[in-house]
């Protein structure tokens, strides 16, 4: 059971739009900032998003962040066949003084 | 440009203790906490701990006191033990630089990590 809460999976066409949610609570999410990491198959997560909203050099624009409360969004445009794959949220919690993740969500780009 | 290299042994039996390390390359080692992340086959990311340059350590609540992460600032180089492994503790383990501060504020610990290691598959099997 992790701390942070994702859906399994999601599904879009290429060149369409897609979000990805992740809830959690006060102690992560809504006082600390939040990241997400993309993860191919068969590689290293690699840092999409910083700091709610922030894109780290090399990462394209169609890539996006945002916060609002206890919960955030990835948001994915302009879908390609190449972004299938494991996404996840990761912040601090103060109460557990430790970093936690999301289970995960699975993109198909169908 | 910093990388991350790390190494250790692949296949435990039960009850022995895992032993991993990871070197930085390229970049300071100071301003920064350097984690230990896993994954088990076919599931998702689990944090097991971090290190800074001066020694300052956080641990997941879930290790239950099994895992010791040390530095070696002299190397560049940070290491992981895990005590008493069972098949539970059967993932790939990955090393990576964590950001503990944003732009408005710092943390405790990790709230990002911004490069990983190439992954160390640790099989603990009788």
């Known amino acids: ?37 993309q993860q191919l198959p068969g590689t ?17 624009d169609r890539f996006s ?6 919960s955030a969004t990835l948001g994915i445009t302009g879908l390609q066949t190449g972004d299938e794959a494991d996404y996840y949220c990761g912040t601090w919690d103060s109460s ?3 970093a936690v993740f999301g289970g995960g969500t699975k993109l198909t780009v169908l | 440009q910093v990388q991350l290299q790390q190494w250790g042994a692949g296949l435990l039996k039960p009850s022995e203790t ?19 992340i896993r994954q088990p086959p076919g599931k998702g990311l689990e944090w097991i701990g971090e290190i800074n340059h001066s020694g300052s350590t956080n641990y997941s609540p879930s290790l239950k ?15 992981l033990k895990l005590s008493s492994v ?11 630089r ?24 640790v099989t603990v099997s009788s």
């Open chain 1, 1 to 37: 059971q992790s701390v942070l809460t994702q859906p399994p999976s999601v599904s879009a066409a290429p060149g369409q739009k897609v979000t990805i949610s992740c809830s959690g609570s006060s102690s992560n999410i809504g006082n600390n900032s939040l990241s997400w990491y």
């Open chain 1, 44 to 60: 290293a997560p690699k840092l999409l998003i910083y700091e709610n909203n922030k894109r780290p050099s090399g990462i394209p």
């Open chain 1, 65 to 70: 962040g945002s916060k609002s409360g206890t």
């Open chain 1, 96 to 98: 557990l003084s430790a």
């Open chain 2, 18 to 36: 895992l032993s991993l390390t990871c070197a930085v390359y390229g970049g300071s080692f100071s301003g920064y906490f350097w984690s230990w």
């Open chain 2, 65 to 79: 006191s099994r895992g010791t992460i040390s530095v070696d600032t002299s190397k560049n180089r940070f290491s």
């Open chain 2, 86 to 96: 069972t098949a539970a503790d059967t993932a790939l383990y990955y090393c990576a």
């Open chain 2, 98 to 121: 964590g950001w503990y501060c944003s732009s408005t504020s710092c943390y405790g610990g990790s709230y990002a990590f911004d490069i990983w290691g190439q992954g160390t598959m």
